[in-house]
Structure formats: C-alpha cells, structure tokens
C-alpha cells in the first residue's frame, strides 16, 4: 500500500475498494464557462503533469475498472479481469482489497472452495481490522449457502464481524436473524432484528419470515404480532406494499384456521385489490363469511373471483365455491348455472394444463424460455441477473408460476440460464479464436516483410536526428548573449540575410574596381542601408532566434521520444514474431471445443431436471383439475336431483 | 355436501407458508463446478492472448470516472481523438451506480501513434433537478514510447450543480 493521500470525494466507496487509496489530484488552472441554454464549452486545457504508470497507479486503474463491472452486473467479467491481472502479477495475495472482492465473485458463482480458500488466506493475514471483520462476514456467507448453519451462527455471533459499515452490519444481522428463525430461536432472532435498521426492506422481510416461521412453530400470537409490524408499515415502492399484502393474507388465513373470523376479515380487507395477493385473499374473505353463514356477503367476492384468470387456483376453487353459495340462499337455476360454468372453464383449464404439458415436454421448451431471457435482458455477463418470466413466456407458466418463486427450483434455474450464457461464451470464443489465429498470421507475415526495412530506415532516422539534435544544441549555445554588429548575418532575419549575401557578392566582385568608382559607392550605400536596417531589427531578430531554436529543440525532442516510441514497436514486433502465441491460440480451440461438449451435456442433465419438476408441477394441476370438474359435475347432478324432487313434491301436494 | 373449507384453507396456507419444492443433484454440482472453474481460466487466458495479439507493450487507454455518490447523473461521453470519433458510451442507470460506488469505466482501448494529441470529451448530464445540459472539455498530452493512461474525472461543480472536468495521465 503506498503512502498516497485519500481523497475525501471518494471516502463512501466499499471496504475492498477504500483499501485501495485513490491517487491524490492536483487540480490545476481554471475551467472557464461560455455559457448558452443548454450547451456549455468548458475553456482550455487543464494542465496536470502525468504521473509514472507504476505498479500502484497500474492496480489503481486495473482494481477500479473491475469494481465498474461488478456494480454493473458484469460479475463474470470483474472476475475474469481480476485474474487476468492476477496471471499478469499484478495483484497477488499481499493485494487484499482484490482477493476479498474475488473471493465475493467466487461465492457469487459458486466456486466454494476457491472463496474459502481466499477468505482463509486473508484471515491468517495482519490486514486491518474492518477488512477482516467483512471477511469474516463473507465466510459466514458461505457456511450459510453451504447449510453451515451453526459455523455461520458462530461467526455472526461473535466479536468477529464486530466494525463494519452500517450497510454491512445490517446484512451480518439479517443472516443472523434468518438462521435464528430457521432454528426456531427466535428470541435470539428477535435480538438480531432489533439491530436492523428500522424501515428497510432487509428488515421488513426479516420481521416477515420470523412471523411466518413463529406461527409454523405454534408460538401464533407472536407470529401475528410480527406479521402486524410488517402490515403496518408505510406504504412504499411495489415490493414493499405487496410484501405488505404477503403479511396481511398470511394473519388472514392463520386467523381464519383458529376461528378469529374478525381478525381474519380485518387482516384480509387491507390486502390490495389490484396486488399480486388479492385472489387469495377475495377467497379468504369469502370463506370467512361463509363460515359466519353470512352467504350473501360472501358470494359477491366469489363472483367478481370468477371472472379472472382461472388458471389462478383461488379462482378455480371460487368457481365451485360460488354455486354453492347460491345453493345455501336456494337459488337453484343461478347455482345450476354457476356448476355448468365451472364445469366449461375448468374443462377449458385441463386442456390448457394438457396444453402446458404437451410444451414442456417438447425440446425446445426451455429454448423458448432462453428465449424469453434474451430478450428481457440485453446483458450476456454469465453471471447477469435472469429476466423475470410472465406468463407470456408459455400457457405454463401460470401454473409454473410457483415453482419459479420456489429457491431450489429458481436456484437451479439460475445455473441453467448461467451454463447456457458460458455455452454462448465459448461459441463465440469457438468463433473468435481462428480469427484470432488468421490475425496472428497476418501480423507475422507482414512483421516479417516489413521488420529489416524498418530496422533499417530507423538507424538511418536516428542518425539523422542526433546530427538535427547536435546541429540545434550547437547554435543553441553558440548563439551570443550580445548584439554584435561585427557579424551582421547572424543577426539578420531571413530576408535581409539574403539581401546581405547578394550585396556582399557584389562587393566582392567590385573590389577589384577603383574605391571612387560609382558603381562601389553604390554598394557601399547599398550595404550602409541593409547594415542599418539590420542593427534597427537586430533585437527582435535575435529574440526571434531564440524563440525558433526553442521550438526547434522541442520538436526535436518530440521527434526524439517518436524515434524512441519506434524503436519500442519494433522491439515489440521482434519479440512478437518469435513468440509461440500461434500455438496457444490452437491448443486453446481444442479446449473451446471439449468445454462445449461438455456444457452441452450438463445442461441437457439439468434441462432434464427442471423439465422433470414442471412436469411434476402440472401433473399434480391437471389431477387436481379431474376431482375439481368431478365434484362440478356432482354438485350438478345434486341441484338437478334437488330441484326435481321439489318440482314432484309440489306436483304431489 | 359439506363445504370444503378446511381443505381450500390448508391449500392456501401451504401456499403460502411451506418452503421449496425442487431438490439439487451433488454430482451434477461438483461436474458444473469444475466446468465453471475450467470456462473462468479458459476465459482469462484468451482475454490475455487477446490482448497480447492486439495490443503491443505501447498500448494506450482513457477511461471515465465520476465523484462517489455525486448526486449529478451522467448520462453519456463522446470522445473525439484529434477530431476523429474514438468513443461513445451510454451509461445505464446500473453502470452510473458503478460509477458513483468507485467504479472506473475504460472507455477507449487502442494503439495511438507517438506524439502529440488533442482529446475532446462531450458530456451529457442531468443535475438534481433533473434538467440536462452539455460540456464539452479539451485536453492535449503526449504519448511517448510506453503505455499511456488518461482518466477524465467528470466532478460535481457544487456552486452550478453540473460536472466539470479533471484529467489525469500516466505514462510508462
């Protein structure tokens, strides 16, 4: 670590990248405005000395671009570039902040032991005390995905993790929280919640899976009481409110399990009409004046049920539950009605189910829902966040839809989808690489043509420069400091001095001449004239001098450091042409080629799995479908048979 | 009939209230785990075979950074190198998150000739209030026989709430 100054603007970047210190700036000149409406032209240069591209500035630069892919879901890439650098010597194991942030990526796509491997290393390291506490916290991370809950447990517990950032605190106790939950402490749980930040979504999910966990485990009144917190919350964005009605059905159907019809309407009435939650909860509400006997309230929420998806299962159980509720207030030919409408759509749902099964069997079912990935989402990073799917994607995914929000099945899709972004990664890998090989070709062949030649014209050039270079040093310091008319060309401009030339030519050719003759008197005059003239510009000719032998010596060190930049190519070049790149390139295709293969036969094993639990999922629709027009058709048969009795019992009275 | 309440409530209930369905495969696990291990090394080796054909020891790059957690959105950058177009990037509203957490964004990768040169950077941006304006700013720097490094520093003017410009050089 060098000992450069931290720069206050940057003091909120993550620990990781804190531990990097930025180079300090020197902002030198001013930035001067002309402004118009919209368009405004910042002034001249800002003249800043460059700075020496050492190995600090290198990491500096090379550790920054990889947190901008990070942060901008390009995981894979930050990852690939960090181990680029790695290969390359530039961050090594004394380069914490770059082994914690790997160690991140590997936990991220699943590379366990690579992480635990990082996290060990760093904790067997003097680094600063907040660097071990999140690295702490990353191998907490890990136990925890891992199922080490009680490793995880002991870790988040402790003093370790103790001195992070608040952000990091928050997530430290929100694990904590949900392995307390998950082991049905929930005192200890409760602890851990009370050090979430009040308010944030991390904390509402946190309260909301303890209340949940609470009423699975018996302790009910609690539970509720948890749940309540969350239902009370203020109104926020999408995710909070339909968290919100997620709380508000969950206390509306464990009240209406005890018999608290009440509490249970009470909770239900809050769930939105327009959220992802309201059939539930209409289905609820309905059941819950049905059991109070209260049929005329009830059947309003079924009807306007009904009239939904009826892929929905709370509306397939609304379309049997309406009829009957038309049965008990004895209204026969609108239950009748009801029964034949129910026994229509849950027919028109076994062939969508069937439909649905048909699709999922096919082969390119999950072709199409890669399909539908691309196009909801530009970004080919393999570890990129998935589009959500809607039920766009295919008539099955209403009925997928919960198998989607379930962890394992999501979890197992999410390695699907990454496989087949590595699969896309090596087919244009596969595609590059003889491009790659051509280009190496074509660079060797003209390298070779052109290298001698070069060589050549660059000995030449550099001869030539040191003599330009030597010739201008030489007048630089030869030039004298005084005005000094015993040599007027040297202090004649241009055009004088070539006035000064052809006069004195004359002269010369005239000295054999007698000193009256006219023609010698007049180039004495002549050059009486152009002396004078000469003395009178003598100062600003002089300065012009000065000023173009400066601007000489410059370009000349330009020319200097270009012959230098040419020497490197050709240096390069040389080193380039006897490198074996050629054949790394083509023992590369043949990796390319095996890895596809077997990327290929992964996903195909995985495919076969996550098309094994749709199929699971709808077989267990389409059955519970067949009882539910099974029991449509004998509720019919029984008004039909109810009704014809009281027709007869009329007839006879 | 006996309505069936108790069963359509148990239904929503296990809905709502029991856990994953799915189950993973260790073996199929441990062969996409050495199968991601193999693609991530294999990616890193082309990635420096890429850039050893394309880049020689000379190579030349310019990248764009902005304040941490500045409140002023930058929305895109134009680059012109001695009045040709080199660079133009839109920054999404994830990418602009990544600059603002200490992100920096390489915005040109290339080999420059020796010499003098002229950058020009056009910014677009949106101050608090969300209204957009345009910068332009010009640098020249010379780039001698090893690497050369630019970072242009688009920084909150605090006084207009707009962006102004910091250039910082390296060179090999």
């Known amino acids: ?653 | 009939m006996k309505i069936s309440s108790k069963i359509v409530l148990a239904g929503l209930c296990a809905a709502l209230l029991t856990g994953p369905l799915a189950a993973s495969d260790e073996g199929l696990s441990r062969q996409i785990h050495n199968l991601k291990q193999n693609v991530l090394n294999l990616n890193r080796d082309l990635s420096l075979l890429e850039r050893e054909l394309l880049y020689p020891s000379s190579e030349s790059a310019i990248f764009v950074s902005v304040d941490v957690g500045t409140p002023i959105r930058l929305v895109d950058v134009n680059l012109t190198l001695n009045g040709k177009h080199v660079g133009y990037h839109f920054y999404s509203e994830q990418e602009f998150t990544a600059l603002t957490s200490g992100g920096i964004h390489r915005i040109f990768h290339g080999n420059l000739p020796s010499g003098r040169h002229t950058l020009e950077a056009t910014v677009t941006g949106y101050d608090p209030q969300g209204k957009d304006y345009q910068k332009t700013t010009s640098h020249t720097f010379t780039k001698g026989p090893g690497r050369k490094m630019l970072e242009l520093r688009v920084v909150d003017d605090l006084s207009t709430m707009q962006h102004r410009f910091e250039f910082q050089e390296w060179n090999e």
């Open chain 1, 1 to 653: 670590m060098n000992a450069r100054e931290e720069n206050p603007m940057r003091r909120m970047q993550p620990s990781w990248k804190r531990m990097l210190r930025p180079l300090a700036m020197t902002m030198l000149g001013s930035i001067s405005l002309s402004a118009s409406a919209s368009l405004l032209i910042i002034g001249d240069d800002l003249p800043v000395e460059p700075m020496p591209l050492d190995v600090e500035s290198q990491r500096y630069l090379a550790f920054n671009e990889a947190t901008f892919a990070f942060y901008a879901d390009r995981q894979f890439d930050a990852m690939t570039q960090l181990l680029a650098n790695q290969k390359r010597g530039l961050f090594n194991h004394d380069t914490e902040y770059a082994e914690l942030m790997l160690g991140e990526l590997y936990v991220n796509f699943g590379l366990a032991e690579q992480a635990e491997e990082i996290f060990n290393r760093l904790l067997k390291k003097d680094i600063l005390a907040q660097l071990r506490a999140e690295t702490w916290l990353h191998k907490a991370a890990l136990n925890y995905r891992r199922g080490q809950l009680d490793e995880a447990a002991d870790v988040l517990a402790s003093k370790r993790t103790d001195g992070m950032s608040a952000e990091k605190n928050a997530r430290r106790h929100l694990m904590l929280a949900n392995i307390r939950i998950s082991q049905e402490e929930f005192g200890e749980a409760l602890a851990s919640l009370h050090a979430i930040p009040a308010g944030t979504r991390e904390g509402a999910y946190a309260t909301y899976n303890m209340g949940v966990a609470m009423i699975r485990a018996n302790h009910t009144d609690d539970g509720v009481r948890m749940l309540s917190g969350v239902l009370n919350l203020p109104p926020g964005d999408e995710e909070n409110n339909a968290l919100k009605d997620r709380a508000a059905l969950a206390i509306g159907l464990t009240q209406l399990k005890r018999g608290k019809i009440e509490e249970a309407r009470a909770a239900l009435i809050r769930v939105r009409a327009d959220g992802p939650f309201s059939n539930e909860a209409l289905l609820a509400l309905g059941l819950s004046n049905f059991e109070r006997k209260e049929y005329r309230r009830a059947l309003p929420l079924w009807l306007e049920l009904v009239r939904r998806n009826p892929s929905h299962q709370s509306v397939q159980e609304a379309l049997l539950l309406a009829p009957r509720a038309y049965e008990e207030l004895g209204a026969m030919p609108q239950a009748l009605a009801g029964y034949r409408f129910a026994t229509e759509t849950l027919r028109d749902e076994l062939r969508q189910v069937e439909l649905a099964i048909r699709n999922v069997d096919e082969l390119n079912w999950l072709e199409r829902l890669k399909s539908h990935d691309k196009a909801s989402t530009m970004n080919r990073d393999p570890m990129a966040t998935s589009g959500s799917y809607s039920a766009d994607a295919g008539p099955e995914m209403p009925y997928l839809y919960r198998l989607f929000a379930s962890h394992d099945f999501a979890e197992q899709f999410r390695q699907y989808m990454e496989l087949d972004r590595l699969h896309s990664l090596l087919l244009d890998w596969q595609q590059s690489v003889p491009a790659m090989e051509q280009a190496w070709n074509n660079q060797l062949a003209s390298l070779q043509a052109t290298l001698p030649d070069a060589r050549a014209q660059l000995i030449a050039l550099k001869k030539q420069q040191q003599e330009a270079g030597a010739l201008a040093a030489d007048i630089q310091v030869n030039m004298p400091q005084g005005l000094d008319m015993k040599r007027p060309q040297d202090l004649a401009d241009f055009e004088q001095l070539v006035r000064w030339e052809i006069i004195s030519e004359f002269d010369r050719q005239t000295r054999h001449q007698p000193p009256s003759s006219s023609e010698r008197e007049r180039v004495r005059r002549v050059k009486g004239v152009l002396l004078y003239n000469i003395a009178s510009n003598a100062p600003q000719n002089r300065q012009q001098q000065q000023s173009d032998i400066n601007s000489a010596m410059e370009e000349i060190d330009i020319v200097d450091m270009r012959t230098a930049a040419v020497e490197q190519l050709i240096r390069d070049a040389s080193l380039h042409i006897r490198s074996d790149l050629g054949n790394r390139l083509n023992s590369r295709r043949q990796d390319i080629d095996r890895m596809i293969t077997d990327t290929e036969k992964l996903m195909a094993q995985l495919g076969q799995l996550l098309k094994n639990d749709a199929l699971q999922v709808l077989a267990e629709n389409r059955i519970q479908l067949g009882e539910q027009l099974a029991e449509a058709h004998l509720a019919m048969a029984r008004v039909q048979d109810t009704s014809f009795s009281e027709r007869l019992q009329e007839k006879d009275l």
